[in-house]
């Protein structure tokens, strides 16, 4: 057990909670519940387990807790294990409980024990009771969620419960004291139900409660199936009725075999609230000698049973469809001890049921199975208050509850009458704001406080709105006009700005001109330059010439000079020579130096002539030199004007395109401003249908 209380077997995800209180409304203690936050929790130490808040939570804020996990993890340790299996295993996996058997022998585990002979002891265990002690009443227990319930609610129905143990804890009771080759294994229990882990922490026996509806996950998750595996015997003796024990009335079908009126003896009770409601008025009745009508109480919690279990995936399907597989089970566990042509004969029944008993009575002991229990009563007593009847009036009276046609009993909180809820209320369990009449007068309340402030700041509203719209109203006729002269002024620019771009346009279409006149200047420039150069060169040639007549003409000089000398010589010679060969030969001399007089004359005049030419074409190179340097200037200076020409041209461009989109947007404002007047003229007639609305309301408030 729990140090701190019952063990938690329900958890709570508090961010799927949407506070709707289907748990508090179906849970058959009701305060167990705390509804006074924004989501709906729980107290473990006063939760009987029933697992109906799992049933209805459709957001899956409320989930089951088992073993499973631990049960796997220990599995795939190594840890020894034996299981035992519920009879509502028939119910489930389409029936192949055989073949689950094989499941489970494929996980690890070491033996299968069926709980429905556990179930057979049980029913021993009854008789022996009932004949030794005779009980005006035995009330069944093989549900822990109703002795959970009588032990905290009921207690004065706990002498009247069977002292021992339920089906499941026989049966682990068994293995524990006839086989002893499984001691020292943990035990696994298969179980439809959530509640039954805390039995098994009660009674000290039992170490993983494994529910059915966590296999069919893990199947589910691991895409396996149920069908694939081979059927495996149970280890223990086979049952015979108590197969049924999980089908309602099952115990009363199994004790038949005893008693054939324990029917007219019995009272067969399951499902929430009418067991409940029975249990809860059952003590009542006995105190006043009105019951009991039965000496048998054949009673579960769960509507179909342990068959539809809280941890089973049966519960939503037709109770039928549930119980047929149970009972095709029954009719082969009878046949087993004897064959069904022969069920008629009371040799042969006597026979079979001699046989189970033989084996009945030898895994069953006295002592071996009693049960003891607990009075819970003083836990839920010093957690609830039972308040006083002044109390209660007084918060009845603070949710507007004061008289009797105010009691509603609606159950839109969940509880089942407004005194519970009043209770939980006072326990801080609940609140008022859960209360459907007490949110509709608060609704009532709030909606005349609203319309009392709604009625002052229409009035507040009326008088600022008033003078706030005659403003407007002479500000929008103002604006009207304002808007008129500006649509007037618009089109004025509009047509001017049209103008310019005329002008800007001619003006392009100019300097497109001067553009192409530029560029021929710019090409006979540079035919002017190179016409220039040209010259320059030929000039060049010239001063080339003249430098080679020059030097000629020294040679010529140099020559007429040598010649001059050979004259002297020649005359020197011929006046040695004498006069008769001397004379002729003189005057060849004298003409030789004539002709070298004269030659190198002429040879000074020409390099005079020549040099005053290399003058003249210095002169004319250094000309032609600065005439190509104000060429180049020239068309440097073209160049540049064809680059500004450009430029202007450029932006004249951009200017014509721009000015082309103003008068687009001059136009589109145009249109804007003309809808803008029509939209004030509009706006001018809807103020002064605000001002008839707004005295409209204030004669209406």
């Known amino acids: 057990m729990n140090d701190k209380g019952l063990r938690p077997i329900i958890k709570i995800i508090s961010e799927k909670c949407v506070n709707c209180h289907r748990c508090i409304y179906v849970c058959p203690v009701k305060m167990c519940n705390n509804g006074s936050g924004q989501t709906v929790d729980y107290n473990s130490d006063l939760c009987i387990g029933c697992g109906e808040c799992i049933r209805v939570c459709h957001q899956g804020a409320r989930v089951g ?52 002979f556990g179930a057979e002891l049980t029913v021993k265990s009854y008789l022996e009771y009932q004949k030794k002690k005779k009980p005006a009443i035995i009330i ?212 079979g049921r001699k046989k189970l008993e033989k084996y009945i009575n030898k895994y069953w002991e006295e002592e071996l199975y009693k049960r003891s229990y607990t009075d819970r009563s003083p836990i839920f007593k010093s957690i609830v208050k039972f308040p006083s009847k002044k109390e209660i009036e007084d918060t009845h009276r603070k949710m507007y509850k004061r008289s009797e046609k105010d009691m509603l009993d609606c159950g839109s909180c969940g509880y089942s009458t407004c005194e519970q809820m009043v209770v939980a209320i006072i326990n801080g369990l609940n609140k008022p704001e859960n209360c459907r009449h007490f949110i509709e007068i608060e609704k009532r309340i709030t909606n005349e406080q609203h319309k009392a402030e709604l009625s002052r700041s229409i009035n507040e509203i009326y008088g600022h709105s008033l003078h706030e719209m005659n403003q407007s109203v002479d500000g929008i006729g ?26 800007i346009h001619s003006i392009q279409k100019t300097l497109e001109h001067n553009a ?29 010439q003249s430098d080679v007549l020059i030097t000629a003409c ?19 010679e011929a006046a040695h020579a004498g006069d008769a060969i001397g004379k002729g030969f003189a005057v060849v001399a004298g003409e030789i130096r004539k002709l070298a007089d004269s030659s190198g004359h002429q040879a000074e005049e020409i390099t005079k002539s020549l040099k005053s030419i290399k003058n003249l074409i210095i002169n004319s190179t250094q000309s032609s030199a600065r005439a190509q340097e104000q060429f180049d200037t020239i068309v440097s200076l073209v160049e540049a004007v064809n680059h500004e020409e450009m430029t202007i041209k450029d932006a004249v461009e951009i200017q014509s395109s721009k ?36 005295q409209s309301l204030k004669e209406t408030v």
């Open 140 to 351: 069944a227990q093989p549900c822990p969620t109703l002795v959970s319930f009588i032990e905290m609610y009921r207690p004065e129905l706990i002498p009247y419960l069977a002292p021992a143990d339920s089906p499941m804890v026989h049966t682990m009771k068994m293995i524990r004291r006839f086989y002893p080759q499984y001691n020292g294994y943990k035990i696994a229990v298969i179980s439809p139900c959530y509640s039954k882990r805390r039995e098994f922490d009660v009674v000290g026996v039992g170490d993983y409660n494994v529910t059915i509806k966590s296999i069919e996950r893990y199947l589910s998750d691991t895409k396996d199936s149920i069908g694939r595996y081979a059927e495996v015997s149970y280890d223990n003796p086979p049952a015979e009725r108590a197969v049924l024990f999980s089908t309602p009335g099952g115990l009363m079908r199994t004790v038949e075999r005893y008693d054939k009126n324990i029917t007219s003896h019995t009272r067969k009770i399951e499902g929430s609230p009418e067991v409940y409601h029975y249990l809860a008025h059952l003590g009542e009745a006995i105190s006043k000698k009105k019951a009991p009508v039965y000496v048998l109480v054949d009673c579960l919690n769960c509507r179909m049973g342990c068959n539809g279990g809280p941890a089973t995936s049966n519960w939503a399907k037709h109770i039928d469809e549930v119980e047929l597989t149970v009972e095709k089970r029954h009719q082969a566990a009878r046949e087993q001890y004897v064959s069904q042509e022969r069920l008629k004969q009371p040799f042969v029944r006597y026979f």
């Open 554 to 572: 020294n040679i010529i000089g140099d020559i007429a000079e040598q010649t001059s000398i050979l004259g002297m010589n020649a005359a020197i």
């Open 478 to 503: 103002s604006l009207s006009g304002h808007i008129s002269e500006t649509a007037a002024s618009v089109l004025s620019s509009s047509a001017v700005i049209e103008e310019i771009v005329q002008h």
């Open 516 to 544: 192409q006149t530029v560029l021929k200047l710019n090409e006979s420039s540079q035919q002017g330059k190179n016409c220039i150069l040209e010259i320059g060169e030929l000039i060049n040639q010239v001063a080339v």
């Open 659 to 694: 000015g082309l989109q103003v008068v687009k947007d001059l136009n589109e404002v145009n249109k804007l401003i003309l809808k803008i007047k029509d939209e004030s003229t509009s706006l001018l007639s809807s103020g002064q249908s605000v001002l008839e609305h707004l």
């Open 65 to 116: 807790l088992d073993d499973f996990d631990a049960f796997m993890q220990d599995l795939k340790a190594g840890i020894k294990m034996v299981a035992i299996v519920a009879p509502a295993i028939a119910a489930s996996f389409d029936g192949q409980f055989l073949k689950f058997n094989g499941f489970l022998k494929k996980l690890g585990i070491q033996a299968i024990f069926d709980v429905s």
